[in-house]
């Protein structure tokens, strides 16, 4: 997909909802720097075990705007046990921890047993719920059991990472009252599907991230994704749009603090 926004560059405010730095090949401090120059600036980096949660606070702690997660990723559930849990409950207790997650359903890798990942993942709902954060959700292959178990769950707060599904149930998290959020495989030519149901999320749902360094843009596809490269998303999104660049910017920084509200 071309991309084909001048106003790419003189973009300022974006956030970066869901990136992984201490998964870069440069140190965090290049990145987040990077990014800042670039006008990214906010970050969200993103747990997927207890030692990255405590490894992604350990950043958030060390440079200004760059917020953290604590959760357990469905690939990592069979690990989870009252330890795990009692850490990441503390981890939580941290202003600068503004989620709960990585965590959800994988039933494409399968790296967990199903009923691991099940457990897990009403376990960090409920978390979420008893503290108000929101949960980070990861689905791939596993839509109509983890919408299920979202709704059971009572989930309260929930942000879709990285939504992989069409228009259909890009409608149907809108009406939950779930925050959908997009990465660079939006730019994908052959993901028309995703294309679609980010045209068909209402303003005050929308987010983007990059999930860095995974899923860079199809202009950088083979490289290591990195988060100022939140700003080809933003730029791709508000031509499926039919909004300015800057204009989406905006709003999906008003949502990131809507919906991680402590982002500040």
């Not at 071309?2 to 401090?29: I, R, W, Y």
């Not at 068909?200 to 860079?216: G, H, N, Q």
């Amino acid at each position: 997909m071309a991309e084909k926004n001048p106003e790419l560059a003189v973009q300022s405010g974006a956030v970066d909802t869901h990136c992984h730095l201490f998964l870069m090949e440069v140190e965090p401090a290049v990145a987040v720097e990077t990014a800042k120059a670039s006008g990214v600036e906010r970050l969200i980096c993103i747990g997927v075990d207890v030692e990255t949660s405590r490894r992604s606070l350990e950043i958030a702690d060390s440079f200004e705007g760059v917020f953290a997660t604590a959760g357990v990723h469905p690939h990592d559930a069979h690990g989870f046990d009252p330890a795990a849990s009692a850490r990441i409950e503390e981890l939580l207790h941290d202003p600068r921890v503004v989620a709960v997650g990585e965590c959800g359903l994988d039933w494409f890798r399968m790296l967990s047993p199903r009923e691991d990942q099940i457990r897990v993942f009403r376990t960090h709902i409920a978390l979420s719920n008893e503290t108000g954060k929101p949960v980070v959700v990861h689905i791939r292959d596993a839509w109509t059991d983890a919408m299920r178990i979202l709704d059971e769950g009572s989930a309260e707060r929930v942000v879709i990472h990285c939504f992989s599904g069409d228009a259909a149930l890009a409608r149907e998290c809108a009406a939950r009252g779930y925050w959908t959020s997009f990465a660079g495989n939006v730019t994908y030519p052959k993901n028309e599907h995703l294309r679609a149901a980010a045209a068909a999320v209402p303003p005050d749902r929308l987010l983007v991230e990059t999930d860095s360094p995974f899923l860079a843009p199809q202009k950088l596809r083979g490289r290591a994704n990195a988060p100022q490269n939140v700003l080809l998303t933003l730029g791709a999104l508000a031509e499926v749009r039919g909004t300015r660049v800057r204009d989406l910017v905006e709003a999906t920084a008003n949502n990131a603090r809507k919906a991680f509200q402590g982002l500040r």
